[in-house]
DNA sequence: GGAGTAACCTACCGAGACGTAAGTTACTCA
DNA sequence: TGAGTAACTTACGTCTCGGTAGGTTACTCC
């Protein structure tokens, strides 16, 4: 009945991979098995062991290359043209990839084995926030910034593309992908462009003491 | 040996729900297991099923608890002062939060069992980037803004919150979270307030055609 | 002090998961 | 054509977990 063809050692991994993105992407990582995986690749579980080892193995193989392709794909726009253009580019490119690959955008925001929530993302930021960064030193170089202060605002701007893609992914809400780019890269260029020469200095309201937890 | 001394039913309740907080926030959902929970309260696992139901039942009621708290501490400030201020309150807010109860807002961004992820902050988003819309309504009426465009500022702006959280959940790194809070505050509200008239105008470059996945 | 009730426990079931041992089929190439 | 190897299976072991049945302990209040 089955048309089961012989696949290639390597051909087998790539359609693995491919089935297992799709199977983490709905189910997340703790809650998807192996066996299903195995299924709707139309062979048995061993055959995932052989290539992967475990779960986690086949999981981490899924995430490297998803976030490799994601690299990948923000790296070009962000290293050309000017300074606003590679900023744009890059959170356009961002956004495209969760409309190009929802199934692996979803896999790098679910949960991990690896624990620590997060931890794909947090892996993009090392790669290309430090790159924003870059782009933004040449633009305010000139406002003395606090070093300490760069990592905050690399992860403020990948989390409201993060969070902005996910809503997008969530939602669709009939707004395009390039538009929603357009707003969030105008809130963030803006932001950065007329940050105050040190924020840390501005006045504030007293901090309410914070009541503790029970316990 | 161990001092058990029996509780009355609201007072298991209470301790039941911090301790499930605690192990949900580490292990996850599906990775957290009641008997485990059960063992850490002192305990015997039908006594959790007899206050929550189910392992789902429990989760519900810790995050449910948990977006109460949290919220209750974002109104406070975003509803009162000048607008400036009630943003920077909101966001110092929100970070005390997560300074003051990693372990609940590890639960709030984890992966859900209702799936479609990050429900918890989604709903966050809804309680209070509504307000913060309101916020900003009286700001920039001015500029004729497409209304379709509100959530994306407001998922913008959460996820910089949120993902800034993250990392100092993760990292501490040594910025006090007031700090922190008057960065992100700063980008966020210098962001809003310099907004283009209309950001769909601008002139873009072409976006390149996107190479689907195969399959 | 004894009955009634609220809090609690031991022991178990069945399902489903990861991972493996050992054997089988089909393809290749001399 | 036949041996060797790469791709694949069936079948199982073992463990953990969610959830429940039925009984036991301690506290309260007449």
């Known amino acids: 009945m089955k048309s089961k063809k012989r696949l290639s050692a390597p051909e087998r991994r790539q359609q693995l991979m ?5 199977v983490f992407a709905v189910s997340g990582y703790e809650s998807a098995s192996i066996e299903e995986i195995a299924r709707q690749a139309g062979v048995s579980k061993p055959i995932v062991y052989e290539h992967f080892g475990s779960k986690e193995g086949l999981h981490a193989a ?3 290359r998803e976030l490799d392709t994601l690299v990948a794909r923000v790296i070009k726009p962000i290293s ?25 955008f979803a896999v790098l925001t679910r949960d991990s084995p690896t624990a620590h929530g997060r931890r794909g993302l947090t892996r993009v930021i090392g790669a290309t926030a430090e790159r924003v960064g870059d782009v933004f030193a040449a633009s305010f170089k ?5 070093p300490r202060a760069a990592p905050i605002y690399a992860n403020a701007l990948v989390g409201m593309v993060t969070q902005v893609g996910q809503w997008w992914a969530a939602g669709g809400h009939g707004v395009s992908i390039e ?12 932001g950065m462009r007329h940050l105050p020469k040190d924020p840390e200095m501005l006045p504030t309201k007293k901090v309410k003491a914070a009541r503790g937890s029970a316990r």
């Open 62 to 64: 899924v995430v490297d």
């Open 18 to 22: 491919e089935v297992a993105r799709a």
């Open 80 to 104: 050309e043209g000017a300074p606003r253009e590679r900023f744009e580019g890059a959170v356009l490119a961002f956004l495209a990839y969760v409309k190009d690959e929802p199934d692996g």
């Open 142 to 146: 000139h406002a003395g910034f606090n």
């Open 179 to 190: 538009l929603a780019a357009k707003h969030v890269a105008a809130l963030g260029w803006m």
